[in-house]
Nanobody, 124 residues
Framework: VQVQACGGGLVQAGGSLRLACVAS??????MGWFRQAPGKEREFVST????????YYADSVKGRFTISRDNAPNTVYLQMNGLRPEDTAIYYC????????????????????WGQGTELTVSS
């Protein structure tokens, strides 16, 4: 299974950007995003389960970021609005085959497949 992320770039604070994640298979149950800023650990951003379709967000991005899926079930997007300098990071798409308990949905170790990352820089 291959997972590919794209859409990063340089944005001014307050701006918007949309990331996309495409998987090579239709069987993935969860697809979502993590990010890693320089000198920091990788952290959960958002994920979406496919059946039923449910979105989950980190508190730091609630109300600013929206995860969605295309009609093709192997594609998810992350619409990021109201970007802040602290959102600067490499954003990784992550996916897994089966359902997991929501108590561990934000753990990087729960995801089996990872993309190469796409870099977002938010200037102040």
């Amino acid at each position: 299974v291959q997972v590919q992320a794209c859409g990063g770039g340089l944005v001014q604070a307050g701006g918007s950007l949309r990331l996309a994640c495409v998987a090579s298979t239709l069987r993935l149950y969860h697809m979502g995003w993590f990010r890693q800023a320089p000198g920091k650990e990788r952290e959960f951003v958002s994920t979406m389960s496919m059946s039923p379709v449910t979105a989950y967000y980190a508190d730091s991005v609630k109300g600013r970021f929206t995860i969605s899926r295309d009609n093709a079930p192997n594609t998810v997007y992350l619409q990021m609005n109201g970007l802040r300098p602290e959102d600067t990071a490499i954003y990784y798409c992550a996916a897994r085959n089966g359902p997991i308990d929501t108590s561990i949905i934000s753990r990087a170790g729960a995801y089996e497949y990872w993309g190469q990352g796409t870099e977002l820089t938010v200037s102040s």
